[in-house]
């Protein structure tokens, strides 16, 4: 991950790897904070840019749209080269973008899509994601009733999630084997919404649920 994530940095900003070296800044804005993984993430990004010799600052913006403009607003007023944005909403995002394209500040839009051609796009194959979450739980449960509990319906990911876990249910539910009894979008990713449309799910099939595929780990906790 840090090499890709520094082979990124090199691709959008067109810096060498050795004016890197030299001390850029970079300025990260993350969505939020509430599942580990961004956590995880989060490390090996500082890592990647400091092992460098460039400066890491960031922000968090608390699953906030509008927190989220603040923080590009700063992190571009703190001076910074190249900017990493992981949106929370990829369509509310875009003043941001206009702001640092005026400013002159290359843009990554990191695991969530920003769609705007002026922004480079680093990602994980979550077709690949999805695929491995469903292999795992069809190995447990290769026949019943399953729940789907998605992301949220505005995050492109939710749908190549949902792809590669259709490659590995998609014969069992074609044979009946498997018959899907739900499946929701959860707002914001929120645990409390998954919660919520799990409920749901439960008290319209009877409790008779035996799998659940959730996209994401907090999701699952939810």
Known sequence: MRTAILAAIVAVTGFSSAALADGKKIGVSWAQFQEERWKIDEAAMKAAIEAAGNEYVSADAQSSAEKQLSDVDALIAQGVDALIINAWDKDAIGPAIEKAAAEGI?????????????????????????RIIAQEVFKVAPKGNYAIIKGDPGDPNVGFLRQGMEEVIGAAVASGDIKIVGEANSDGWKPENAQKNMEQILTANNNQVDAVLAQNDGMAGG
């Open 106 to 130: 290359p843009v990554v839009g990191y695991d969530r899509l920003i769609e705007d051609a002026r922004t480079f796009y680093l990602t994980f194959d979550n077709v690949g994601v999805g």
